[in-house]
């Protein structure tokens, strides 16, 4: 009986990472995305954050192209149409991240991936609750580490 995929969120950074500046070090997250191991869940707010930051020119040397991550969005990310308040809510001291903690606890997910210092200081709380907050390195070497190792080969 096949399992449903375990639901990501991620942060505005990481979405860059993968999408603009196509970071081959979170290659391996990215690959869990796109091949549907991991289902990335994210809200309009979260995209139109992006194109806001991509919009002021933040990324303008890697001339990203904003149709293309639009239709990355619409391709893999799962998007809510609205974010209900977690049964326990985690206040993050940056308010522009307060989205991402709440779709994340609201929706079960089992990790929200981001660089940001704010989200990462709530990592302790919301391990409690259920939900990892990590880096992308620590994503992958977790990852990595809960990986089945492969079974040697049996001689009769």
């Given at each position: 009986?096949?399992?449903s995929?375990?639901?990501i969120?991620l942060?505005?950074q990481?979405?860059?990472d ?15 995305v ?21 919009g ?20 893999l ?5 609205q974010?209900p308040?977690?049964a326990?809510?985690?206040v993050?001291?940056?308010?522009d ?13 089992r ?46």
């Open positions: 009986m096949p399992t995929p375990e639901r969120v942060d505005t990481v979405v860059m993968w999408l603009v500046f196509r970071e081959a070090s979170i290659q391996p997250l990215t690959q869990a796109s091949d549907g191991s991991l289902l990335w869940i994210g809200h309009p707010e979260m995209l139109a954050e992006l194109q806001h930051v991509l002021r020119g933040v990324a303008a040397a890697w001339a990203p192209d904003l149709a293309e991550i639009e239709a990355c969005f619409e391709r990310c799962q998007m809510q149409p974010i308040a977690p326990v809510r985690l993050c001291r940056d308010p991240d307060q989205i991402f903690i709440d779709l994340a606890l609201a929706a079960g997910a990790w929200l991936i981001s660089r940001d210092r704010a989200v990462l200081a709530l990592a302790r709380r919301a391990r409690k609750l259920g939900l990892e907050i990590l880096t992308p390195a620590a994503w992958i070497k977790r990852r990595q580490a809960e990986a089945p190792s492969p079974s040697p080969d049996v001689q009769t």
